[in-house]
């Protein structure tokens, strides 16, 4: 199926400069909470890389590596390989902000863990950071000093990251290589506006949308004008069903404005678009496809502030997240990306 090109329309100055304000500032704000939570709540001994490395292919890029401390060097075993993608709208955080996540994920899978970084907006639009992950993902893969089992590969990456996995899948020399893909609440669709998604949320009387207000600095920030909106690179739900991996599991957040996209675009590939209102927020598991409601939770629910620590909302968000990596685990193992 031929799918027109929709260009992304240059809106108004004082709409453009006010984007640029306030993303900038937003950047500055995110450095600073980011060195403060690295003060109060340094590493905790454990989650930091086992080993970081730069490729030649991108000598500013910072690639973080962590074995699982089964791991015996001295059995020369190779082990499934996990790329991980940090979320932070194209324009936030580094690689850094997921050592949590990425090393207790090697130690519960037994997987290499390789989490890559990219160059962020407004310096760098769409397709820098596709290109940037795609790139050092191949010299991860043609690195012979890592012990990796090119027969299992999986991607993974929250929000913007979950984009790029899946964006980043469908280049040559990947494409095939990743079996399976774990997104978290990612972007799919940039071809509708902010005020579209905020319209067309299921539900609208929840918490205050996260994204409500960034979201225009961010797509601003990371589309240019003039961007065919529909390219499945910058828009994954647009890419055939065989320029993707055979295994993708899902994770929407009841109260987030991407919430509908993901879920459209899993239900089509499973081939479920006949499933409407109700029926399209349950869980399921179709062949390769997966897909999980995080019911409670908001846009980021996975990555916690270390704030009220015992609050019920930061419980139910926690229950939520080890239970879906557990499933996500336990999926893994089907793809036979696990055995």
């Not at 390219?231 to 991996?245: N, T």
Request: proline fraction near 7%; aromatic fraction near 12%.
């Amino acid at each position: 199926m031929i799918i027109s090109p929709l260009p992304k329309e240059r809106l108004s100055f004082p709409h453009r400069l006010n984007c640029f304000f306030q993303l900038w500032l937003l950047k500055f704000l995110a450095s600073l909470y980011f060195l403060y939570l690295r003060l109060v709540n340094p590493p905790q001994p454990g989650t930091q890389p086992t080993v970081t490395k730069r490729y030649a292919c991108r000598p500013t890029l910072e690639t973080r590596i962590f074995y699982p401390r089964s791991y015996d060097s001295a059995k020369h075993q190779l082990l499934p390989l996990y790329l991980n993608i940090h979320g932070g709208g194209f324009a936030l955080c580094d690689a850094t902000v997921d050592d949590t996540f990425c090393s207790s994920w090697a130690n519960r899978t037994g997987m290499l863990v390789v989490s890559l970084n990219y160059r962020k907006a407004p310096h760098h639009p769409f397709p820098t950071a596709t290109f940037d992950v795609a790139d050092v993902a191949r010299c991860v893969l043609a690195d012979e000093s890592l012990p990796i089992d090119r027969s299992r590969i999986a991607i993974g990456g929250f929000s913007a990251g979950g984009n790029l996995a899946l964006s980043v899948s469908q280049f040559p020399g990947l494409k095939g290589l990743i079996k399976a893909a774990v997104v978290y609440y990612p972007i799919v669709d940039f071809s509708h506006p902010p005020n579209v998604k905020l319209d067309s949320r299921p539900y609208k009387n929840g918490p205050r949308e996260t994204l409500e207000k960034t979201s225009w600095w961010l797509d601003w920030g990371y589309v240019d004008a003039g961007q065919n909106r529909r390219d499945p690179l910058l828009s994954p739900v647009y890419a055939g069903k065989d320029e993707l991996p055979p295994w993708i599991y899902m994770i929407g957040a009841q109260w987030d404005m991407l919430r509908l996209e993901a879920q459209q675009m899993i239900h089509g590939l499973a081939g479920l678009d006949d499933r409407v209102g109700v029926e399209q927020e349950e869980d399921f598991e179709v062949g390769g496809y997966k897909w999980t409601l995080a019911m409670g939770c908001l846009h980021g629910f996975t990555h916690m502030s270390p704030r009220k620590k015992w609050s019920s909302s930061r419980r139910t968000r926690e229950e939520a997240t080890q239970r879906i990596y557990h499933e996500a685990h336990q999926w893994l193992k089907k793809s036979q990306v696990l055995s």
